[in-house]
T-cell receptor, first 115, second 112 residues
Framework: GAGVSQTPSNKVTEKGKYVELRCDPISGHTALYWYRQSLGQGPEFLIY????????DSGLPNDRFFAVRPEGSVSTLKIQRTERGDSAVYLC?????????????FGPGTRLTVL | GQQLNQSPQSMFIQEGEDVSMNCTSS?????WLWYKQDPGEGPVLLIALYKAGELTSNGRLTAQFGITRKDSFLNISASIPSDVGIYFCAGLLFQGAQKLVFGQGTRLTINP
């Protein structure tokens, strides 16, 4: 079956611009997660959705970052006034139910480069 | 915030050798997980550990959840070329937690 998909796979933008990154979770998965992975590092948690609502957004670095999941399926991570330090791979993951632990299935990521 | 310290950062081994890597933390974790990431892909779960002292195998992989709940190790026996990649430990702080905390990764390179 189809896994988690993310678009675009690569995004190059200029400092100060606005970008949107999209995540399509596995069909039927109610939980969705965004992580950011800088070069040579492990992924860092940004935000977690249960259904349409953000259950934990404690990892968002500042108010330039915002994410939505209006219909409880597709999610969009939005970054305003991008900075060079925002350059990283943005990973999305989904899981079936947020029970004691359900495996988080990761997408291939979107590589964001801010020039 | 919570950090997982993973070692070694990189390993260069011969095909057929066994591999061992570990992960430590100053915080107690409820669940430990080991992931593998190939270039251009997201991490894929290899093994999940739920109880202190638990030893779990998945084919040639073996992982243990430390008794103190502050460490874990992953062993790979008889390495093969497709084992090349970056291995991450990750933890969940408490039951029901959804935020994965990742280590910095161990990059494994295998010489045929």
């Amino acid at each position: 079956g189809a896994g988690v998909s993310q678009t675009p796979s690569n995004k190059v933008t200029e400092k100060g611009k606005y970008v949107e990154l999209r995540c399509d979770p596995i069909s039927g998965h109610t939980a969705l997660y965004w992580y950011r992975q800088s070069l040579g590092q492990g992924p860092e948690f940004l935000i977690y959705f249960q259904g349409t609502g953000a259950a934990d957004d404690s990892g968002l670095p500042n108010d330039r970052f915002f994410a939505v999941r209006p219909e409880g399926s597709v999610s969009t991570l939005k970054i305003q006034r991008t900075e060079r330090g925002d350059s990283a791979v943005y990973l999305c993951a989904s899981s079936l139910i947020p029970a004691m632990y359900n495996e988080q299935f990761f997408g291939p990521g979107t590589r964001l480069t801010v020039l | 915030g919570q950090q997982l310290n993973q070692s070694p950062q990189s390993m260069f081994i011969q095909e057929g050798e066994d591999v061992s890597m570990n992960c430590t933390s100053s915080s107690i974790f409820n669940t430990w997980l080991w992931y593998k990431q190939d270039p251009g892909e997201g991490p894929v779960l290899l093994i999940a550990l739920y109880k202190a002292g638990e030893l779990t195998s998945n084919g040639r992989l073996t992982a243990q959840f430390g008794i103190t709940r502050k460490d874990s190790f992953l062993n790979i026996s008889a390495s093969i070329p497709s084992d090349v990649g970056i291995y991450f430990c990750a933890g969940l702080l408490f039951q029901g937690a959804q935020k994965l905390v990742f280590g910095q990764g161990t990059r494994l390179t295998i010489n045929p």
